[in-house]
């Protein structure tokens, strides 16, 4: 409950668009490594608006503390993203400035009940060994 507190003191409204969101933007000193939510406004493809509407839905299901950068009006953004991944695709997710990979294998961690772990900046448990 102190943790919860804490992680709505660190809130500050973000316009997006038209739009008014509640993002919860940086993390608070003691708390999870910050979470940044690379995206764009300005998709062209279908798939990538939903990938970045299913990643955005998923990180908010999860009430994850993260910072939305929309790399199509943020230049500075879009050049830090790749520097830290190697690569230009959107939606990204970095965690600690890690990226956690695409749209699909962030799914697949969730699936695979690994994402919690992930977005904490902990490493994923080793695959069970077969006996």
Known sequence: AHAHARAHACTRRVLLGAVARW?????????????????????????????????????????????????????????????ASGRKTLPQVHVGGKDLGEADTIQEMEDFGELDAALRGEAPPPPPQEQ
Not at 43 to 72: F, G, H, M, N, P
Request: with cysteine; aromatic share 4%; hydrophobic share 40%.
């Open 23 to 83: 993002a919860v933007v940086g993390a608070c000193r003691g708390m999870t490594p910050p979470v940044v939510f690379y995206a764009s406004s300005l998709c062209s493809s279908v798939r990538q608006r939903s990938e970045i509407q299913k990643l955005r839905t998923l990180l908010e299901a999860k009430k994850v503390a993260y910072e939305e950068k929309d790399c199509s009006t943020d230049t500075a953004a879009r050049e830090a993203m790749v520097a």
